[in-house]
Each structure stands twice: as C-alpha cells, then as structure tokens.
C-alpha cells in the first residue's frame, strides 16, 4: 500500500509525521520524498545513501534544416512553449509540459525529442526504512516529471509512505494521484480548515480513500475535528501543540523519540487507512489521542 | 511604421501599461496617418502561462514594427525579436507622450529583456 501524507497548507508536519509513520512501522517501509522543491526527510532519517540518480523529462529540440516555419507545432501546443515565426521554431524549456505533441504533428519530422536533466533522487537506507528522496534542479519550473521518478521507487508490495508537496496544484495532484490512500495533515486553525477543504475536494475529485491527523491541537475538540465530523471524514490522529516535538524538530530529531505515547497510533494509521480502501468501516473508530 | 502600445485604455490620452503579456489591450499606430486601432489582448490576460509569449506571436501576427511598453521578459522579448519588432520602454506617461518620445528618438531600443520572468 502507498500512502500519501500531504495538505494543502504548508507547513502543518506532513515531514515530521511521514518520518513518524515511517520509524514506528515495525517491517520493512519505504519512504519517498516527494517534496522535490524543498525536500527535507533525510534530515531526519539521516539515511545511509547508496548512490544519486539523474531525473531527466523530455523536450523538443528542432532541427534548423528541416523545419519550414510551418506554425503547426506551436498551434498545437498548449502551453505555449513552442513557437515558429515563419522560420525555425523557437523552444522555451521552463514551459514545457513533454507531450510530445509537436514532435508528434511536425510535417517535416524537424523536432526530435531530448532528455534534459531536470533533478536529482537520492537512494539510500536506515535500518528497515528504504529511503528516496527526489530534488528539483534550481531554475526548473515543473516539479510533476520529479515526483513521477521518484515515484517509481515505491515497494512493489509492503508500505510506502510518501511525503508530498504542500498545496493543491499538479505537484500534489501527482504525489497523490500515484498513491492508495492518503493522510491530510492539518492544524486546528482558520487557515488549516480552508487549505484543508481544499486538499479535500482535490482528493474527493481523484477518488482516493482519506483520513485526517491534526497537528498541534490544544483539544481533542478543534475546527478541524467538528469538520471532520460534520463532512465523515475519519480523523486519524490528532498530536497535541507541545513545546518539545517544535525542539525536537529544530534539532533534526524525530516525533517518536519526544512522543513514544503516539507510537500505537502512528502504527494503527496504515491499517486504518487499509480499512477504508477496502471500504469496511473502522472497527475500533478512529485513533484519537491526546 | 506601426506601433504597438499596451494600455488599459482606449485612446491616446490613455497611460501605457507596464505589463506585456497581461496587458488588457493594445493600441496600434499608424505612424503615416496618425490613426489608431485597438486590438484586445483578452486571452493573454488570464492564460497560466505563456502570456509573453502568445502575445508576442500576436503582434507578430499583425506585423508591426514596434512595440511601446513598461515592462518586457526574457521569452517575450526573444520572440519579439526573432520577429524583428523593435522594443521600446517607457513607464508613467500617456500613449501621445510616448509616441511624442519615440518620434524625437528619446527612446531607445530594448537590447535585452528588462524584467525577469515569473519562474526566474
Ligand atoms: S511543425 Fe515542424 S516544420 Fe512546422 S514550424 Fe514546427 S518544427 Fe518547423
Ligand atoms: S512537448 Fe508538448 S508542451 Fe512541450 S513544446 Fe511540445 S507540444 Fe508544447
């Protein structure tokens, strides 16, 4: 099972508590960074790595011989990252989307499509935590063909959690699109309502089977809870605002350690989540803890 | 010689536009007859992406010779002059000033971009 922890907010924990899932999961797991605009992870994992790879997307390279300023190529293209003015079709890489549409319907077979690298993975391991985290070039403009790479390193069977962009645009749609289920992580404020209602109707729209934690709650009675409870959404944990998980995270160090008392709960998440997959309801209701 | 301006307005008391690509309209000059025309740059104004760029070809559509605006980016500017339409920027005056300017030569030709663009 792959299950995407994200939000729409940044900044409510999703990194602090795919580490969490990740570290309290009694097998072996993997965890993807999916965050490739800032990725963060491995600061606390602190993964042995293995080796880096190159990301690498598609874009069209014209050739200045064969192409006769037809026009076709940048009519078809969506994004307006081809154009021709009569003469040799110019590209601008930062907008393209690698369709392959105008290498496609080039009459003349002037555009071939390259490989540019765009980013980086870094592959490596701790203990039972198989560890990938993707990197997006500085200057690159689409993060989606990153996350797609990295992606690809989810376990074929067995646990994978992935850490996903903030926000509810084409980077998080892609992390989340390639997963099972997902956890939206939010925080008990006016603002972690409104982003979350909209990772909600996101996620509602992919049809992917959710659950909710809430971060740095003053209560198990919050915004977030009556939300939840009005819309049917399953809040599967709740992690009180406590002075040492902010220590712990500006020294690297993980949730588990500060709050072994959430260790039942982060483990009860992946079978909760299998649960509502499955469509049966949660038997022993939803972990709160507080 | 044509001259393209962006502006929100209708006229040439209007101000010239900063923007390019999310200009709401341009006006085109004609330097010979002193007419002008307005040509609509609604599409641009709210595409995602690529607003330099489609608005660049549209002017190189209507072949005109220059184009009088506040700001120009990178991938505008380089279809602009492929196109070999001249850019000239000018900010905090009306259309007629600015075509007063132009015609006195006290604008000068963009040699490169002036603003970068939104991804940089
Ligand atoms: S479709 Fe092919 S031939 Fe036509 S302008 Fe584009 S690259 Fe050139
Ligand atoms: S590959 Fe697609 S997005 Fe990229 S330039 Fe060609 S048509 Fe446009």
Redesign the interface.
């Known amino acids: 099972m792959k299950i995407a922890i994200a939000s729409g907010k940044g900044g409510t924990g999703k990194t602090t508590i795919s580490c969490a899932l990740a570290l309290a999961m009694p097998g072996e797991v993997t965890l993807l960074d999916c965050d490739v605009e800032e990725p963060n992870a491995h600061f606390f994992i602190q993964p042995v790595i293995e080796r880096m790879e190159k990301t690498c997307s598609l874009v069209p390279e014209v050739d200045a011989d064969k192409c006769t300023g037809c026009g076709e190529c940048g009519r078809v293209c969506q994004f307006s990252a081809i154009i021709s003015l009569g003469k040799k079709a110019m590209v601008f890489n930062e907008l393209c989307h690698s369709c392959g549409a105008c290498a496609r319907i080039c009459p003349t077979g002037a555009v071939s499509e390259t490989a540019k690298k765009n980013g980086m993975l870094t592959i490596g391991r701790k203990g039972r935590i198989r560890f990938v985290s993707g990197r997006l070039d500085v200057g690159q403009a689409m993060s989606p063909p990153v996350i797609r790479e990295t992606l690809k390193y989810a376990a074929k069977d067995g646990l994978t959690i992935v850490d996903c962009p903030p926000g509810t645009s084409c980077p998080y749609v892609t992390a989340v699109k390639g997963c099972d289920a997902a956890l939206l992580v939010t925080e008990p404020t006016p603002f972690g309502l409104h982003d979350l209602k909209l990772a909600v109707a996101t996620i509602r729209e992919l049809d992917i089977p959710f659950g909710v934690a809430v971060n740095r709650t003053n209560g198990e009675k919050n915004l977030i809870s009556e939300y939840c409870e009005t819309e049917g959404i399953p809040l599967l944990l709740q992690i009180p605002e406590d002075r040492r998980v902010a220590e712990a995270y500006s020294r690297g160090q993980v949730l588990n350690k500060v709050m072994p008392e959430l260790h039942d709960a982060l483990v009860s998440i992946p079978e909760n989540l299998q649960q509502l997959i499955e469509g049966r309801p949660l038997q022993e209701g939803p972990v709160v803890l507080i | 010689m044509e001259i393209a301006i962006t502006t929100a307005g209708y006229d040439l008391d209007a101000m010239v536009d900063t923007r390019f690509g999310r200009a709401p309209r341009f006006l085109i000059y004609y330097s010979k007859t002193g007419a002008f025309t307005v040509k609509e740059n609604t599409q641009n104004l709210n595409?995602a992406?690529?607003?330099g760029?489609?608005t660049a070809?549209h002017l190189?559509n209507a072949k005109v010779d220059a184009v009088i605006t506040g700001n120009c980016g990178p991938?505008a500017f380089?279809?602009l002059d492929?196109?070999k339409i001249k850019v000239y920027t000018c900010a905090g005056c009306s259309l007629a000033h600015a075509l007063e300017l132009l015609k006195k030569g006290e604008l000068k030709p963009a040699e490169k971009a002036n603003v970068e663009?939104h991804?940089a």
């Open positions: 595409a992406q690529g607003a760029i489609q070809m190189a991938k380089a279809v492929a196109a663009g991804w």
